[in-house]
């Protein structure tokens, strides 16, 4: 027999206020994380500005020690040197404001890094130009090198092109004429009447391998770093323009007030009649003024 029994279903709300829960709890971690990636973004400069330097180049420091006590006063800033050895941080910190500026770097080489990495970075004022050089263990003039001689040049696409260009300005190689010249590369090179024989190596490794090579061009500074004399320089052609160090600072930051002090201070006449006048031998015949082409 059937038996009537009162009883009333009721819907279980439990997975709605759960589901509605979440979606909150979700949409107000989002905010809190949006208004935190934003305050942590806001980059607020004042008057003392740390502008890197690498610690193995000397003349770079010297340098901005110029500008800080002479020139940078008169523009209300107080400019405050930073070694640091690694280029790449330095160049991130640069990029996220954690530094105003550095001074390490050409604009191809800076091209090449901000392709690289994604950082936000802009070449702004010309400050000085290093000087190139070949060096050699072997011999005392660029005339004494035998055909076929071995000359080490810089491994980076950059900096290779620099020295090939200079090689082709000297006269010694002659390069393809579809090319831009600061971007040549070994299989470029389209005349070498003295059959030179070309061998990549790094930067930094070049002063280190110049008693097993006839020859290397690179920078004097790493030569000077490198404790090689300057009197086993044997060729030292001028630099072009293009290749001047500049003033590299975080995009976001040019319409910075302090920022663009900074940048009048660098560009003060005076930084460059002091490469021209000083003779601190860690600065002279080693950062030359920015020429004129």
Do not use: C
């Amino acid at each position: 027999m059937a038996q009537n029994v009162n009883f009333q279903l009721k819907k279980n709300r439990k997975p709605v206020w759960i589901t509605l829960g979440i979606i909150v709890l979700a949409a107000a971690l989002g905010v809190f994380f949006y208004f935190k990636s934003q305050r942590s973004d806001v980059v607020v400069f004042t008057d003392t500005l740390k502008v890197h330097h690498m610690p193995s180049y000397a003349g770079e420091e010297r340098i901005l020690k110029y500008i800080a006590e002479y020139i940078a006063p008169d523009y209300g800033i107080k400019v405050e040197p930073v070694a640091l050895q690694d280029d790449l941080q330095a160049d991130r910190a640069v990029s996220d404001g954690v530094y105003a500026g550095t001074i390490l770097q050409h604009q191809w080489w800076l091209k090449q890094v901000v392709e690289a990495n994604g950082f936000e970075l802009t070449p702004t004022i010309e400050v000085f130009q290093w000087s190139f050089a070949i060096y050699s263990d072997r011999y005392k003039s660029i005339d004494e090198l035998p055909d076929g001689a071995v000359i080490a040049i810089p491994i980076d696409g950059a900096n290779q092109g620099q020295a090939l260009w200079l090689l082709e300005r000297e006269g010694l190689i002659g390069l393809d004429k579809g090319i831009e010249p600061k971007t040549a590369k070994i299989k470029n090179i389209v005349d070498n009447p003295r059959k030179f024989r070309f061998k990549e190596l790094d930067l930094l490794t070049m002063p280190r391998v110049l008693d097993s090579i006839d020859a290397g061009i690179t920078y004097v500074s790493l030569f000077d770093a490198g404790k090689i004399s300057r009197e086993k320089g044997i060729l030292f052609p001028k630099t072009p323009r293009t290749f001047a160090s500049r003033l590299v600072i975080g995009t976001r930051f040019l319409n910075d007030p302090y920022i663009k002090k900074l940048q009048e201070a660098f560009a003060d006449p005076r930084v460059q009649e002091y490469l021209r006048t000083t003779d601190d031998p860690l600065v002279q015949g080693v950062l030359t003024p920015v020429s004129d082409n």
